[in-house]
């Protein structure tokens, strides 16, 4: 008997650390061969997104309604990165359903048929297969193969949709999808933000939280940046400067509710205009700041 309790004892903490072994392997598979060109692995409970779509108003907080069409126009981002886009403007509920894909894409070849049916997409996004949500995916693909995007990130431009192809049985609900295997470099090393999935879908239909989420952790070390900038970059189309204000401070309190919730820290101050934030890193960008102390510590021959 005291060898069992003995035993019960160390259930608890061979449970914490098989959690642990999970959190840092969490891949679902190995990958492929080198000649194919792959996406990188993240786990599970993130979603992958280039750095040049969350610093810029490329997935904007629009309002509801009607879209603006634009052509060629040159959105708002961080200075080193310059984006164009033609077609129907974009917003958070755009980048839930392509990060979707491109988390379902990264376990097989870029480019090849990525095949899952509207259930499976539906489920990525957290959402319940509705007929009201199959309509709106639907609205969303279409609209992520309708456009044109010219990107600037690094020294690498891309030149193409963000979806390049896709089909659907209506009567399986399976979707055909295809993706364009030259945005690989776009998830080249430190060019690519891994978002916290979880905190990210606790903010679901809030555009402009959604946004900062993603802005900010897409920095290991943020920079104070102008009220003015933030609204300017997220693409809000609001035009009075006090509701905007309002709308983003009532945000940026959202993003700490939810980061908190899930473990994620994050807080905030206004002063003087500028938005302050602090944050927990990631452990790539804790490596990526080692990195650069490192750099700054060695001596100058």
């Known amino acids: 008997m005291k060898k069992l309790n003995n035993l019960l004892a160390l259930i608890p903490e061979m449970q ?25 692995l993240w786990p599970e409970p993130v979603r992958a997104v280039p750095n040049g779509f969350l610093r810029s108003a490329l997935f904007g907080a629009i309002r509801k309604g009607r879209r603006r069409f634009v052509k060629g126009e040159q959105l708002a981002a961080l200075e080193g990165i310059e984006i164009r886009y033609t077609g129907e403007r ?32 539906l489920k990525l996004m957290g959402k319940t297969d509705t007929g009201k949500n199959r309509v709106t995916l639907h609205e969303r693909i279409t609209r992520l193969r ?22 659907k049985d209506e009567d399986t609900q399976e979707w ?13 090393a430190d060019q690519f933000t891994q978002i916290e999935w979880a905190v990210r879908h606790a903010l679901n239909g809030q555009q402009i939280a959604q946004w900062l989420h993603g802005f900010y952790a897409s920095h290991a070390k943020p920079f104070p940046f102008k009220v003015e900038t933030l609204l300017k970059l997220c ?4 035009a009075s400067p006090t509701s905007g204000r309002q709308k983003l401070r009532k945000a940026l309190d959202a993003v700490v509710e939810a980061s908190a919730a899930h473990g994620e820290g994050f ?21 990526h700041l080692a ?11």
């Open 16 to 40: 914490a650390k098989a959690k642990q072994r999970a959190e840092r392997e969490p891949l679902p598979g190995a990958p492929l061969p080198k000649n194919v060109v792959q996406l990188p």
């Open 90 to 121: 974009l917003d958070q509920g755009d980048l839930d359903v392509w990060e979707s894909v491109l988390h379902a894409v990264r376990l097989q070849e870029l480019g090849s048929q990525c095949r899952l049916t509207s259930y499976a997409l």
């Open 146 to 167: 309708a456009n044109a995007v010219e990107v600037k990130q690094g020294r690498y431009t891309y030149i193409g949709g963000l979806i390049a192809g896709a089909a």
């Open 176 to 188: 055909v999808i295809e993706l364009d295997a030259k945005l690989r470099p776009l998830y080249a």
């Open 235 to 238: 693409g809000s189309e609001d």
């Open 267 to 287: 807080s905030y101050e206004i002063r003087s205009d500028l938005v302050h934030v602090e944050k927990r890193a990631s452990g790539p960008q804790r490596r």
């Open 291 to 301: 990195k650069l102390a490192s750099k700054s510590r060695k001596p100058r021959g």
